[in-house]
């Protein structure tokens, strides 16, 4: 199949789906707001640092959610394991939220969401304008993971991670 070589400035839709060749792990980022806990679906994860341990993720501005956790002084980051299909409708618009979930609060006050494969527990540690996303940095003051199969996101669909033999 040939190369395809765009402007990235004027064909956008191009220029997402060559971003949808990189393959993202998927999660759920959580927050105590005025309004009660809140969560957040993401795929804009990374780690930024070993020693101190940072992590980043980012918001995009045109959430309806995006002044809360931009705000959030604590938050969490559950990465999501293959079954947590229903927490992707769960956490975006219009879903059911944190009713019904089983979740615990963290000495900061963040819900945490029983059964994930990681956690990151983090304060806010920067944030950097990133276009028409926020990049958000956070010192992780605590972690938590467990052997499972990471869901993951590319070419505009979900599955999992199949390594090779």
Known sequence: MAEMVFNPQGNARAFRDALGQFATGVTVVTIDAPEGPMGFTAN???????DPPLVLWSPAKSSTRF?????ARHY?????DRAHGDWLTRFARG????????????PEGVPLIHGALARFECAQHA?????DHLIVVGHVLR???REGEPLVFAQGRYGCFAPTP
Do not use: N
């Open 44 to 50: 804009s994860f990374a780690a930024v640092s070993l």
């Open 127 to 131: 944030t950097h304008d990133g276009g």
């Open 76 to 80: 969490a980051i559950h990465i999501l």
């Open 143 to 145: 972690a938590a993971s």
């Open 67 to 71: 002044a809360h956790f931009a705000a």
């Open 95 to 106: 879903g059911a939220g944190f009713h019904g979930l089983s979740h615990e609060i963290s």
